[in-house]
T-cell receptor, first 116, second 111 residues
Framework: EAGVVQSPRYKIIEKKQPVAFWCNPI?????LYWYLQNLGQGPELLIR????????DSQLPKDRFSAERLKGVDSTLKIQPAELGDSAVYLC??????????????FGEGSRLTVL | SQQGEEDPQALSIQEGENATMNCSYK?????LQWYRQNSGRGLVHLIL?????REKHSGRLRVTLDTSKKSSSLLITASRAADTASYFC???????????FGEGTQLTVNP
């Protein structure tokens, strides 16, 4: 069975340019997460979806970040415009169970963004 | 913001030794999970312990949970070089039931 698939794995852009990341979760997983991970730190939640609905997006910087999960499967995370401080790894994860009592999360390999 | 804090931040041991990592958290939880992350890779789930459990085993892993002290420990016995990775605790709790990760412990197992 395929795991969580993310693309691209690496992206280098100039500041003020837009960038988009794509995630395909494990089949049958209704809950999808986007996490941001800075170097040497733990992942921080940006947004959580239950099917198509964003149920927890309070930590998503909505002035420049947007996300969508059409048809409750694949998801896209966009940054426009990117800033130097956005350089990080963007992790997508999925799970069978969302909150409360979140179960095991399955992570993709991440998309490493470098903003120059 | 991080809920869990791991201790130590970094740990270096010899192959065959045991490795113990600790996690402290601040609010009540439904469960606590441990994940491993190899360099440049995604996180991999290791073990989940519920708030009403005190100890759990999985292979060479032993996790304890003390809800009165709001702390957990992960013990890896008979460590191997392949155990070299960052280890994160993650707590599920609070009104949003958000899975929140700590800063991690970087474990290095020297052959």
């Amino acid at each position: 069975e395929a795991g969580v698939v993310q693309s691209p794995r690496y992206k280098i852009i100039e500041k003020k340019q837009p960038v988009a990341f794509w995630c395909n979760p494990i089949s049958g997983h209704n809950t999808l997460y986007w996490y941001l991970q800075n170097l040497g730190q733990g992942p921080e939640l940006l947004i959580r979806y239950e099917n198509e609905e964003a149920v927890d997006d309070s930590q998503l910087p909505k002035d420049r970040f947007s996300a969508e999960r059409l048809k409750g499967v694949d998801s896209t995370l966009k940054i426009q415009p990117a800033e130097l401080g956005d350089s990080a790894v963007y992790l997508c994860a999925s799970s069978l169970l969302g909150g409360p009592n979140t179960g095991e999360l399955f992570f993709g390999e991440g998309s490493r963004l470098t903003v120059l | 913001s991080q809920q869990g804090e791991e201790d130590p931040q970094a740990l270096s041991i010899q192959e065959g030794e045991n490795a113990t990592m600790n996690c402290s958290y601040k609010t009540s939880i439904n469960n606590l999970q441990w994940y491993r992350q190899n360099s440049g890779r995604g996180l991999v789930h290791l073990i989940l312990i519920r708030s009403n459990e005190r100890e759990k085993h999985s292979g060479r892993l032993r996790v304890t949970l003390d809800t009165s002290k709001k702390s957990s420990s992960l013990l890896i016995t008979a460590s191997r070089a392949a155990d070299t990775a960052s280890y994160f605790c993650a707590t599920d709790g609070g009104s949003r039931s958000r899975l929140t990760f700590g800063e991690g412990t970087q474990l290095t197992v020297n052959p």
